[in-house]
């Protein structure tokens, strides 16, 4: 009787262990449900490993005064898997207008200040003259290739002349003066504006977008463009690659998973 008394006790000691384990394994790999918010985060942010071949960037910024006159500057890189070294390639943008100097900027534009610090995307257009004309653009471009795009073969990739780190790069004509420097990890294009016309500022730098334009006299045309050029490789994995990767997850199996 007491042999049969100590099998029962054991054998509710083992049941009740058994029951604590399942209990936690239970909780452990008990479905989360997550929130359409942080899909929404997640959703088109990563793509497969070698999927990018080539990336670029194309910047443009140009002011056109009354008077016909143009300055401004675009730059370009382009990385790819032959790229050695990633680098902006810079070229100035001169144009002359039908002569005469346009009059002088009487408006005032104040404040502004945090513009350099925001973070993410901002374009900001502050006009304190008549008739002008602004845009601030962005485009991103997404295709699929088998190959890369080809390197322009002008050193390397690129038109213009590489703009190394600590280095600015001006130009000047009748409309005011350019210049393209390489920034806090990124590049800035600004202008500024003969007679008092204005200013615009536009950079890529620490993950962030900045197009700015301050109009203060009359009559000009003002463009900010950056452009992300994005190429995939629609040459996607075998279906042997594929069955061999479902081959390993299977193999799992008899291993308890």
């Excluded at 918010?37 to 959703?43: F, G, I, N």
């Excluded at 990633?86 to 346009?102: A, D, L, M, R």
Aim: net charge positive; charged share 10%.
């Amino acid at each position: 009787m007491l042999r049969e008394q100590q099998m029962k006790t054991s054998y509710w000691v083992v049941a009740a262990c058994l029951a604590a384990n399942t209990s936690g394994f239970a909780d452990e790999f008990r479905p989360i449900e997550i929130k359409d918010q942080e899909l929404a985060e997640l959703r088109g942010r990563y793509v497969m490993p070698g999927r990018v071949i080539s990336f670029g960037v194309v910047m443009s910024s140009t002011w056109r005064n009354a008077s016909g006159d143009l300055i401004g500057a675009s730059t370009s890189m382009q990385l790819q898997a032959a790229t050695v070294k990633p680098e902006f390639y810079v070229s100035t943008i001169k144009q002359s207008g039908h002569g005469g100097s346009p009059r002088s900027g009487s408006g005032n534009v104040t404040g502004g200040a945090a513009l350099s610090t925001s973070r993410g995307i901002t374009q900001v257009t502050r006009a304190a003259g008549d008739g002008n004309s602004a845009n601030n653009n962005i485009a991103i471009n997404v295709k699929e290739a088998s190959t890369a795009p080809a390197l322009v073969p002008s050193q390397g990739q690129g038109q213009g002349q590489a703009l190394i780190a600590g280095q600015t790069i001006t130009g000047s004509n009748a409309a005011g003066s350019v210049a393209v420097s390489a920034t806090s990890g990124g590049v800035q294009m600004a202008i500024t504006a003969n007679n008092n016309q204005g200013s615009s500022l536009q950079q890529v730098a620490q993950g962030g977008l900045l197009q700015n334009t301050r109009l203060l006299g009359s009559s000009n045309v003002v463009d900010n463009m950056t452009q992300l050029n994005v190429v995939l490789n629609n040459n996607g994995p075998s279906a042997s690659v594929l069955d061999c990767n479902l081959n390993q997850l299977a193999a799992l199996r008899t291993m308890g998973y």
